[in-house]
């Protein structure tokens, strides 16, 4: 008679709390992943039923974080960083480009980053076919570039990763300097005709306040940047969430964080937590020109909001089943559910004094911090 028992599992993740608020699980649980799925999650799964174990211990486990802001086309855009090493090495399994690429280099987007990375990545068309690639010349500038015969090809040549259209509106060089509204009104038109999402980035924009933007925004809708300082930004003069801001969330319009290397106003923030108006998910906007600080990751953003208040399911909720449903794929990503993508997160929540820094270089002291020690996409470790 042998004692030796078949593994059932290509990976066991024991000895962890799990943190699963889709699921509403928040206990000690082990998960087990086969084929890339989640085979089992129980209280007690044998590890000589898997071939690789990761101990957990006294860690957090979560499923794989979704990043529904980054700027990943390496190469290309002025703004592309290496999504494997800035996003799936610090826990973003899956991130969301938004309109790095146009209808002119979505393309090789797809063929040189999308299909050769291991970071599931899905994205948003700039409605300019240019997307942002140069640091001189806005994506914008020129409004015939606002294409959306051209877009409308791009997103019906790439609709299994693509997720909606972006527009930027910032009345500057690096955006348009004189294209006014019409870039919005046109990537309204082209996400209505192709049935996607539109997402705007609204800072100093061609309008007269945000409320003239969100009367374009519906259900599903994103927009981004929701705390930046900067004009046109969800707080009326005397410091109150806008109604039409309200408004918009009522109907469905989702509000995103967007760090990034200007949009992140701890006071901002802090007004709007304190008048419940908390963000529907949580992003870096990660790029080129914040990743050295004050962004680094989405761990860290993540980090800032346990700072502000938010409590670690919340926190861990709105970078997994919430931004699972914004980008309709909450059958498979943002859980370890039985039968979802075999992505989870190992994070150790360390107690201390750490120092965070907004865009602004205002830095602020959270007494926790978020740091992944293990990352798994579809069951292989990272
Ligand atoms: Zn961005």
């Not at 979802?340 to 004094?353: P, T």
Request: include cysteine.
């Amino acid at each position: 008679m042998s004692d030796r028992i078949e593994c059932s599992y290509d990976l066991g993740i024991l000895g962890g709390t799990l943190l699963d608020p889709a699921q509403q699980v928040h206990g000690q649980y082990d998960v087990a992943i086969a084929s890339g799925r989640v085979a089992a999650v129980e209280p007690a799964i044998d590890p000589r039923l898997c071939k690789v174990v990761i101990d957990a211990t006294g860690r957090l486990v979560v499923p794989g974080l979704i990043d529904a802001h980054v700027h990943v086309f390496e190469g290309v855009s002025h703004y592309g960083i290496n999504a494997d090493a800035t996003c799936l090495a610090r826990g973003a399994t899956t991130v969301v480009d938004a309109g790095s690429a146009g209808a002119d280099t979505f393309d090789g987007f797809r063929r040189y980053v999308i299909e050769a990375s291991t970071t599931r990545i899905l994205a948003h068309v700039n409605i300019s076919t240019m997307g942002m690639l140069s640091r001189k010349i806005g994506e914008l500038e020129d409004i015939r570039w606002a294409d959306v015969p051209r877009a409308l090809e791009a997103i019906e040549k790439h609709r299994d990763v693509v997720l909606g259209v972006k527009v930027r509106l910032t009345k500057n060089e690096l955006v348009s300097r004189d294209a006014g509204l019409r870039p919005l009104y046109l990537a309204r038109q082209a996400a209505d005709i192709a049935g996607v999402a539109l997402m705007v980035h609204p800072q100093r924009a061609w309008a007269t306040s945000l409320d003239q933007i969100l009367d374009v925004l519906g259900d599903g809708d994103i927009l981004t940047h929701t705390y930046h300082g900067l004009e046109h930004g969800i707080l009326d003069d005397a410091g109150r969430v806008r109604a039409s801001v309200r408004a918009a969330r009522d109907r469905g319009v989702a509000f995103d964080v967007g760090h990034g290397e200007g949009s992140f106003d701890w006071n901002v923030c802090e007004r709007a937590l304190q008048q419940d108006f908390p963000p529907t998910t949580i992003s870096s906007d990660l790029h080129k020109y914040n990743l050295g600080g004050p962004v680094h990751d989405l761990v860290t953003t993540m980090s800032k909001f346990l700072l502000l208040g938010l409590s670690l399911e919340n926190v861990i909720r709105m970078v997994t089943a919430d931004p699972a449903n914004l980008i309709g794929r909450s059958d498979h990503l943002g859980t370890l559910k039985l039968g979802a993508a075999g992505d989870a997160v190992v994070l150790d929540v360390q107690d201390g004094r750490f120092e965070f820094a907004d865009s602004g270089g205002i830095v602020r002291y959270g007494t926790q911090r978020l740091v992944p020690t293990r990352v798994v996409k579809a069951g292989v470790v990272h």
